[in-house]
């Protein structure tokens, strides 16, 4: 049931064509930092330790601490967020020179 309070919130963008940018910047923000967490939990299975695929990018960090894990949670939220403001802002200039 679409109200009209609902088809207001919709953004410009896409009613054009184009990409809404606030939808994408949070869907690639928080695919970025779960799938973050999920590698760098990977360094606490038991047989995993040597596998980490952080630990083979960054061999002198420990990935076991906290502040790291946090730290690069945040980085990869905020790599969303870059990703979806340029990206979206470049696709919607260029769709809308297509005509």
């Known amino acids: 049931m679409s109200t009209t309070l609902d088809q207001s919130r919709q953004t410009g963008a896409a009613h054009r064509g184009g990409v809404a940018i606030v939808p994408l910047g949070l869907s690639l923000s928080i695919f970025l930092a779960v799938t973050f967490l999920l590698c760098a939990l990977g360094g606490f299975l038991p047989g995993l330790e040597n596998l980490h695929f952080l630990g083979a990018l960054y061999p002198s960090l420990d990935w076991t601490s906290p502040a790291l ?10 790599c969303g ?6 990206c979206g802002l470049l696709y919607n200039t260029f769709a809308g020179q297509r005509g």
């Open 69 to 78: 894990i946090v730290a690069g949670a945040a980085w990869a939220f905020a």
């Open 81 to 86: 967020w870059y990703v979806a403001v340029f």
